[in-house]
Antibody, heavy 116, light 107 residues
Framework: QVQLKESGPGLVQPSQTLSLTCTVS????????VHWVRQPPGKGLEWMGR???????YYNSALKSRLSISRDTSKSQVFLKMNSLQTEDTAIYYC??????????WGQGTLVTVSS | DIQMTQSPASLSASLGETVTIECRAS??????LAWYQQKPGKSPQLLIY???SLHTGVPSRFSGSGSGTQYSLKINSLQSEDVASYFC?????????FGSGTKLEIK
């Protein structure tokens, strides 16, 4: 059964770096891509970037200078790091599986609040 | 980037009615379009992919149509459990982009 679960700090101070982990089960990171999507409270969805099954990454150009996605296939984990956080980065951060069925599986999401 | 313009922003309809939500892409996305339903406090759930393919387990009262730059989601026989926000997404080209969402309520 396919599952994804995000984990990380709920609170980050302005100008600091956010580190999130997406732990997956039920599939291999070498067979499917994993994407990160975020949603400010009460607002719409923003695609952030993806880790492809072959290790290639692609980022939203609006975030590219601040964002890094990596993985550890042995642990079935995908990592998101984003620096220089501001209050407008407050959002629910989701990881979701790509593939022929676009985003059919999502994690529960993790709320990240940027505040001092 | 491909812009997705979704309308209406909100919609109120009666139980049993049929509702339609529309999405317009800024360029041809060749049916690379999905629709998601999101209930409060929950993750988005895939309803439709490839513009008109119903995802497994999704009730048949949901349907998608369209081509080129114009796409729509239709919900027949509106049920109380359909109260949610709905988002379109193009995955034809990176960066993937979403519509701004439609909040559906029961009248």
């Amino acid at each position: 059964q396919v599952q994804l679960k995000e984990s990380g700090p709920g609170l980050v101070q302005p100008s600091q770096t956010l580190s999130l982990t997406c732990t997956v089960s039920g599939f291999s990171l070498m067979d499917y891509s994993v994407h990160w999507v975020r949603q400010p409270p009460g607002k719409g969805l923003e695609w952030m970037g993806r880790m492809k099954y072959d290790g290639d990454t692609y980022y939203n150009s609006a975030l590219k200078s601040r964002l890094s996605i990596s993985r550890d296939t042995s642990k079935s984990q995908v990592f998101l790091k984003m620096n220089s956080l501001q209050t407008e980065d407050t959002a629910i951060y989701y990881c979701t599986r790509g593939g022929q069925l676009p985003f059919a599986y999502w994690g529960q999401g993790t709320l990240v609040t940027v505040s001092s | 980037d491909i812009q997705m313009t979704q309308s209406p922003a909100s919609l109120s309809a009666s139980l049993g009615e049929t509702v339609t939500i529309e999405c317009r892409a800024s360029e041809d996305i060749y049916n690379g379009l999905a629709w998601y339903q999101q209930k409060p406090g929950k993750s988005p759930q895939l309803l439709i992919y490839n513009a008109n393919s119903l995802h497994t387990g999704v009730p048949s009262r949901f349907s998608g149509s369209g081509s080129g730059t114009q796409y729509s989601l239709k919900i027949n026989s509106l049920q109380s459990e359909d109260v949610a926000s709905y988002f379109c997404q193009q995955y034809y080209d990176y960066p993937f982009t979403f519509g701004s969402g439609t909040k559906l309520e029961i009248k």
